[in-house]
Nanobody, 122 residues
């Protein structure tokens, strides 16, 4: 069982930055890709970004392109989400997730973390 633990959330002013981390508790060779999702109050969970554990191609939601950067440290089994130029609409619970699928980028994730709150004040 792959366990994912997020950290790094908090309260930040608009225009500020935060870096989220997600650590896997065991070897991740059984999953191919790791991603970040978010869910704001009263809204459905949405895709934010994804990357293969080994690095390479990254995918982003249009709403975060140019502001967020996803990266991995395979040796540490950790994925990061650097969030710059934060906006109040980025306020949400951010979830880390991992998928065994090679083809799926935004759906069909197999494992999920517990989430970390990000609040951006105006």
């Amino acid at each position: 069982q792959v366990q994912l633990v997020e950290s790094g959330g908090g309260l930040v002013q608009a225009g500020g930055s935060l870096r989220l981390s997600c650590a896997a508790s065991e070897r991740t060779f059984s999953t191919y890709r790791v991603g970040w999702f978010r869910q704001a109050p009263g809204k459905e969970r949405e895709f934010v970004a994804a990357i293969p554990w080994s690095g390479g191609r990254t995918d982003y939601a249009d709403s975060v392109k140019g502001r967020f950067t996803i990266s991995t440290d395979y040796a540490k089994k950790t994925v990061y989400l650097q969030m710059n130029s934060l906006k109040p609409e980025d306020t949400a619970v951010y979830y880390c997730a991992a998928t065994k699928s090679y083809y799926e980028v935004q759906i069909n994730y197999d494992y999920w973390g517990q989430g970390t709150q990000v609040t951006v004040s105006s």
